[in-house]
């Protein structure tokens, strides 16, 4: 199938560790972005990056990094794990010369 | 600085009945307007959206969508609603960076009575 996929599904892990969740597209789209959405459904984006540009928002804490080895691919890594980071996160992606974006399943993490 | 509001974080409707969603827009440019559905425990999935072309956009499901530039809105409506369309509903606008990044309205639950 032709999509974006999210690994895992769901994420329980305690305070302080570092984990990582990854996002592959198989849709050949040039751009990738991380979202999370929060406990009230509010959706913000963390990140966008396509092989020219990484683009963070500045409200994201830099315990948050994305890593792209490939075009295809763009994981999130985070370290120190806090309460509040318990969120789902998103990924997306979208072809170059359009603003259309399609969306992962989704990643919930909840932190203890 | 653009941004979207959603009128109504909740919206309860009879099985059969008009669904109407709203939402307005800032943008001091001409905006790309999406409109998204998530199901419960879901990801999201475009229904649909505007890319400066017909200002009617129809889109999955039987949703469509009117770009209004004068009331700066983009409402989404369905003439009948069916049980399978109780879903949250995110209103999003295209930020003006080269990468695109969606900016979301905080989203109307829709619920329907049978």
């Known amino acids: 199938d032709t999509a974006v996929s999210q690994t895992p599904k769901y994420l329980v892990t305690q305070m302080g560790n570092d984990k990582s969740i990854k996002c592959e597209q198989n849709?050949?789209?040039?751009?990738m972005y991380w979202y999370k959405q929060d406990s009230k459904k509010f959706l913000k984006i963390m990140f966008s990056?396509?092989?020219?540009?990484?683009?963070i928002n500045e409200t994201v804490p830099n315990r948050f990094s994305p890593k792209s080895p490939d075009k295809a691919h763009l994981n999130l890594h985070i370290n120190s794990l806090e309460l509040g980071d318990s969120a789902v996160y998103f990924c997306?992606?979208?072809?170059?010369?359009?603003?259309?974006?399609?969306f992962g399943p989704g990643t919930r993490l909840l932190v203890l | 600085a653009q941004s979207v509001t959603q009128l109504g974080s909740h919206v309860s409707v009879s099985e059969g009945a008009l669904v109407l969603l709203r939402c307005n827009y800032s943008?001091?440019?001409?905006?790309?307007l999406f409109w998204y559905v998530q199901y419960p425990n879901q990801g999201l999935q475009l229904l649909l959206k505007?890319?400066?072309?017909?200002?009617l956009v129809k889109g999955i499901n039987g949703f469509e969508a009117e770009f209004k530039k004068s009331e700066t809105s983009f409402h989404l409506t369905k003439p009948s609603a069916h049980m399978s369309d109780a879903a949250e509903y995110f209103c999003?606008?295209?930020?003006?960076?080269?990468?695109?990044?969606?900016?979301f309205g905080k989203g109307t639950k829709l619920s329907v009575k049978p």
């Open positions: 505007y890319t400066s072309a017909a200002t």
């Open positions: 997306a992606s979208s072809p170059s010369g359009t603003k259309t974006q399609y």
């Open positions: 943008s001091s440019v001409p905006p790309y």
């Open positions: 849709l050949g789209h040039d751009t």
């Open positions: 999003a606008v295209s930020d003006q960076g080269s990468q695109g990044n969606l900016i």
């Open positions: 990056y396509n092989n020219k540009e990484l683009i």
